[in-house]
């Protein structure tokens, strides 16, 4: 026994050292430039993933690598243009790390192809353009709480934070959405734990994601022994409102579970919960945190963007004659400034910032060579696009620090247009593009245009920009900072609202 365990350890040893000197010289990506740290191992990404600016340190890297650049031993990242439109790529089994039990699925993390067409026509008929006719109401309403908020905030001149105000809006949305329940996020602090909740879940992703030896270790197997986790707390939220939703009839509300119930049948109350609640698990960040993001990053810019608030200001104002009449219609489609300030938000500050790891689909072996930006994929490499850097990629987007909504109006002819379009890639594309694109920017619209119509802002502190003296990205005070934590997460911009004499009683 006491030799075994010597030998043991040696013979490891050796493996290492083979598999480290394999991946340095024989490995078929040995050609692309990369850190070298990265090309040893995927704890190299573990690492920043845990640090949380894992899409800066990929930006700054392409600036040394080059476009086409190897970040793991066998995971390669383009910055060229989105890679997502091709049928021949699917979602890498990294996407496991998303995965609550083995044999469970959600649409986010589903890799058969047939049960993702299935999923997506489910969630399809609840995110559609078409359900957001009969869901407007509801959100109307949750965004007239926000309303009264600034409102309240306004009167006693206390700055609101918005991160925290338009998170808590999003979740209330999906949570009627979802479930047709009132979480009350806005107007109570019992749920508030929630937004700690994903938070906390989708950095656990990035990590393991990342770093895929990680999804082994799970961390929640652990946390959910422990009767008061935010695990646990999640589980027995959800358990409420499935049961609440359940106690009336199914086809009372249109929402998310009523949808999924109704295409079930008798199976639903004894066998599929389960799969409602790992797809609940996913809709509560998809809908509530990403649309969080672009809001915020679109009043931060705002409030530091004079020329562009007027713009937006005199277009809101010149295209309603009340605060009641926006909402979803010709009108608002009509306000294209509008549109253009939610995309520019969207590209300085991608609401998922990092890489979205691809690999080859099943049964794609790789002869009929797969490229991309000119460079074959060996079979078995994952590979993506950093939609921060590709955001920031001055080939595409020129002067990409700066703020200028009016690059989406003016592009100078249609094939300028067409590598914009190219290079956007806020909601994914292809047939993994964001399911929930017309609700996203439905939302957006309505938060920005009826805020501009009731009241003027403007910035209360520095609080959402970068640090002045720092060093790269995290120095630019300017740019609205956030965390990679898969969705991204923010704090700020302080605002300082100021109510419209000539709007705002109609608010009262
Ligand atoms: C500004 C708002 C939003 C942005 C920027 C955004 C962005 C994205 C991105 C980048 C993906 C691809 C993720 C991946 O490939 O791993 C995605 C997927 C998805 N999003 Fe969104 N999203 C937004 C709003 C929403 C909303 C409001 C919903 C609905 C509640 C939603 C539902 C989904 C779903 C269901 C998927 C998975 C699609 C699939 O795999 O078929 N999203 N979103």
Redesign the pocket.
């Known amino acids: 026994m006491e030799k075994v365990i010597p030998t043991a350890a040696l013979a490891f040893t050796i493996y290492i050292l083979c598999l480290l000197g394999y991946r340095l010289t024989l490995h078929p990506l040995t050609k692309f430039p990369g850190p070298l740290i990265a090309k040893l191992t995927n704890g190299f990404g573990g690492f920043y993933a845990l640090r949380k600016d894992i899409h800066l340190k990929i930006y700054e890297d392409h600036m040394t690598y080059g476009h086409a650049m190897r970040y793991g031993p066998d995971r390669l990242i383009f910055n060229t243009e989105t890679i ?1 439109n091709s049928d021949r790529v699917t ?1 890498s089994h990294v ?1 496991r790390a998303a995965q609550q039990h083995p044999d469970q699925y959600n ?2 993390n ?1 890799r058969d192809r047939g049960m ?1 067409r299935a ?2 026509r489910l ?1 399809g008929q ?2 559609s353009e078409k359900s957001m006719r009969s869901f407007e109401p509801v959100m109307l309403q949750q965004i007239d709480v926000l309303l009264l908020k600034l409102m309240k905030a306004s009167a006693s001149s206390v700055p609101v934070n918005i991160t925290p105000a338009v998170r808590q809006l999003g979740i209330d949305i ?1 949570g009627h ?1 979802g479930f047709g329940y009132d979480l009350k996020m806005q107007t109570e602090e019992t749920n508030h734990w929630l937004m700690k909740a994903f938070y906390l879940g989708d950095w656990r992703i990035n990590v393991c994601m990342q770093w895929p030896l990680l999804t082994w270790i799970r961390p929640e197997v652990i946390s959910g022994l422990m009767p008061n986790s935010i695990r646990a707390r999640l589980f027995d939220l959800l358990d409420t409102m499935i049961k609440a939703r359940l106690s009336q009839k199914i086809d009372s509300k249109h929402d998310l579970l009523g949808v999924i119930a109704g295409s079930m049948g008798d199976d639903f109350k004894s066998l599929r919960q389960q799969e409602l609640w790992t797809e609940a698990l ?2 509560f960040p ?2 509530g945190e ?2 969080a ?2 809001i915020s990053a679109a009043f931060f810019y705002l409030s530091r963007n004079r020329e562009c608030y007027d713009k937006l200001a005199e277009e809101i104002r010149s295209s309603f004659a009340s605060g009641s009449e926006i909402r979803q219609g010709p009108q608002l489609a009509s306000c294209r400034y509008l549109r253009a300030v939610i995309d520019e938000s ?1 590209r300085m500050c ?3 910032p990092g890489v ?1 790891w691809r690999e080859l689909v099943n049964g794609d072996d790789g002869t009929d060579p797969f490229i991309v930006d000119g460079h074959v994929i060996p079979k078995g490499t994952q590979f993506g696009v950093n ?1 921060f850097s590709l955001h920031h990629n001055e080939e595409i987007f020129p002067k990409p620090f700066e703020f200028r909504p009016e690059r989406w109006l003016e592009a100078k002819d249609e094939e300028a247009r067409k590598i914009m379009d190219r290079g956007f ?4 594309t292809g ?7 017309p ?3 439905l ?2 619209s309505l938060v920005l245009a009826k805020t501009l119509w009731y009241f003027d802002f403007e910035k209360a502190s520095d609080l959402g920009g970068g640090v002045p003296g720092l060093p790269g990205i995290r120095g630019r005070t300017n740019l609205f900072q956030v965390d990679d934590t898969f969705a991204a997460t923010h704090n700020g911009p302080n605002l300082k609202f100021i109510p419209r004499p000539e709007a705002s009683h109609e608010l009262n």
């Open positions: 997502y979602k996407y649409i986010f589903v993702h999923k997506r969630i609840v995110v999906v959405l996913f809709f998809a809908g990403t649309t993001t672009a969207l991608p609401s998922v979205l939609i890639a806020a909601f994914s047939s993994r593009g964001c399911a929930g694109k609700m996203g920017y939302e957006c």
